[in-house]
């Protein structure tokens, strides 16, 4: 976000919002861009327009140190367990890929989930990498599990890329973001994303 404003000679505002008020925050103009880890999915393309991808994820599952599950290896080893995602994204969805999991209702944050997760509410919750870095390294009991690609979630690139929204329609801001993104190398890409982690973890 920093370098797309420095990029547009803009001064950068942060605005808190909501998960499901930011499409829209976008369409009543409070806000100009999404930079939230939000994926370009066809159901958001009826209402937003999409810059080019800024980074690329993959699925883990969050669980405690001392939880059996820090030994699976499949997304098939969580039989039994009460597992979760985030409301309203493709996180819940795949956990109807588990088998034999307890699809627990979904939750609205991820500290939220942190706290369900720590309480002994939910054995495990879906998150995409960053996310999952940023729980572990607010919260000395947590870890995740992750797995190797024939043993990991079905995704498609639709859903594990990360764009910025924008108004639908606002062609020239988009240009101007794309035009910033240009200037990021992926070295930087991953750099910025491993900073933003330690320095801004969920769930204090």
Do not use: C
């Not at 001064?11 to 008020?21: A, D, H, R, S």
């Not at 958001?44 to 327009?49: A, F, G, I, M």
């Not at 939880?67 to 499949?74: D, Q």
Request: aromatic content about 6%; charged content about 25%; hydrophobic content about 40%.
């Amino acid at each position: 976000a920093k370098k797309i404003a420095e990029s547009m000679d803009k001064n950068l505002e942060i605005v808190k919002t909501e998960w499901n008020g930011l499409t829209p925050a976008i369409t009543s103009g409070k806000i100009d861009l999404i930079i939230a880890g939000m994926s370009p999915t066809e159901e958001r393309k009826e209402t937003l327009d999409f810059s080019d991808t800024y980074y690329t994820s993959d699925l883990v599952v969050v669980v405690k140190k001392d939880s059996p599950l820090v030994n699976a290896k499949s997304i098939n080893d969580f039989a039994g367990a009460n597992i979760t995602g985030q409301l309203n994204t493709f996180h819940y969805d795949v956990i109807d890929q588990m088998e034999g999991v307890n699809k627990s209702t979904a939750l609205e944050t991820f500290p939220a989930m942190i706290v369900a997760l720590r309480s002994g509410k939910i054995d495990g919750y879906i998150s995409e990498r960053p996310g999952a870095l940023s729980a572990v390294a607010a919260n000395d009991d947590l870890t995740f599990v992750e797995f190797d690609e024939a043993n990991g979630f079905q995704t498609s690139v639709e859903d594990t890329s990360i764009a910025v929204g924008v108004k639908k329609g606002n062609t020239e801001l988009l240009d101007q973001v794309n035009e910033a993104l240009s200037k990021i190398s992926e070295d930087e890409r991953q750099s910025i994303m491993e900073e933003a982690v330690v320095n801004q973890p969920l769930g204090e």
